[in-house]
């Protein structure tokens, strides 16, 4: 009987020693996607804007590899990555947009005050092509080949330093 006494102590003391462990282990930000290597799963888009066709996973199944990019107009950091964008597409990146949770004349707004990189735009109101995809936020960019499948993934909004990298991945997702 002397031992049950001393069980809740030690279930707490072992509680404790964990919770210590997991203090000490290095914080990872970032949520990488289980889904590179992997196709895209199905999803078709509407149009967010009547200038640019909606979004389908089709589109990235015909020989050309793409930048598909998540992001929304009401995203501060998807104002900073704009220039950076613009950068890629002048270098022949052809970057398609998801906008998230986003209302059309936000992003038509967003659009013409940043400037506008995308072949394309889909709406994203539910966040399920985000949450298929294995995004956890906005802004994240993914590299797509040309058989529609997912070789990279770039959390965060792109920095000047980031365009060469995104560049030769996109170049290696074409051969």
Do not use: C
């Given at each position: 009987?002397?031992?049950?006494?001393?069980?809740?102590?030690?279930?707490?003391?072992?509680?404790?020693?964990?919770?210590?462990?997991?203090?000490?282990?290095?914080?990872?930000?970032?949520v990488e996607s289980r889904m590179i290597g992997q196709a895209l799963p199905y999803f078709d888009l509407p149009a967010v804007t009547e200038d640019l066709p909606g979004v389908s996973s089709k589109d990235f199944a015909d020989g050309k590899p793409r930048l598909l990019?998540?992001?929304?107009?009401?995203c501060l950091p998807c104002?900073?990555?704009?220039?950076?964008?613009?950068a890629l597409k002048e270098q022949g990146a052809d970057i398609v947009g998801v906008a998230i949770r986003d209302d059309p004349a936000d992003v038509a707004e967003f659009l013409a005050r940043h400037g506008n990189p995308y072949s394309r735009i889909g709406r994203d109101d539910?966040?399920?092509?985000?949450?298929?995809?294995?995004?956890?936020?906005?802004?994240?960019?993914?590299?797509i080949d040309g058989?529609?499948?997912?070789?990279?993934?770039?959390?965060g909004d792109i920095r000047?330093?980031?365009?060469?990298?995104?560049?030769?991945?996109?170049?290696?997702?074409?051969?």
């Open positions: 009987m002397g031992w049950r006494m001393w069980l809740p102590l030690m279930v707490f003391a072992l509680f404790l020693g964990l919770a210590a462990y997991q203090l000490t282990q290095p914080k990872d930000e970032f990019n998540i992001w929304a107009s009401w104002i900073a990555e704009a220039p950076q964008l613009e539910l966040s399920e092509v985000q949450l298929g995809i294995g995004s956890s936020g906005v802004p994240e960019t993914f590299v058989k529609g499948t997912i070789t990279y993934q770039h959390i000047a330093d980031d365009v060469p990298v995104l560049l030769e991945k996109l170049r290696e997702a074409g051969r």
